[in-house]
């Protein structure tokens, strides 16, 4: 794998992140019940192909 395709693969990470961290951040500051749980969760599978890219981007 490439240089930029490791860099690629770290931005998509980052990114997703940030999707993460903004859902659960909205989750918990203005929802409540099954709409927190569900997009709480959400936020969660977002984290999964993250740590891959993450994973990808550092071998």
Same mark, same amino acid.
């Given at each position: 794998?490439?240089?930029?395709? &490791?860099?690629?693969?770290?931005? *998509?990470?980052?990114? +997703?992140?940030?999707? #993460?961290?903004? +859902?659960v951040?909205? #989750?918990?500051? &203005?929802? &409540?019940?099954?709409?927190?749980? *569900? +997009?709480?969760? =959400?936020?969660? =599978?977002l +984290? *999964?192909? #993250?740590?891959?890219y993450? =994973?990808i981007?550092?071998?």
């Amino acid at each position: 794998m490439s240089s930029m395709d &490791k860099m690629w693969a770290s931005f *998509i990470a980052m990114g +997703l992140m940030l999707v #993460a961290v903004l +859902l659960v951040t909205f #989750a918990r500051s &203005k929802t &409540k019940g099954a709409v927190r749980f *569900i +997009l709480s969760f =959400l936020a969660f =599978l977002l +984290l *999964i192909p #993250a740590l891959l890219y993450g =994973l990808i981007s550092m071998f």
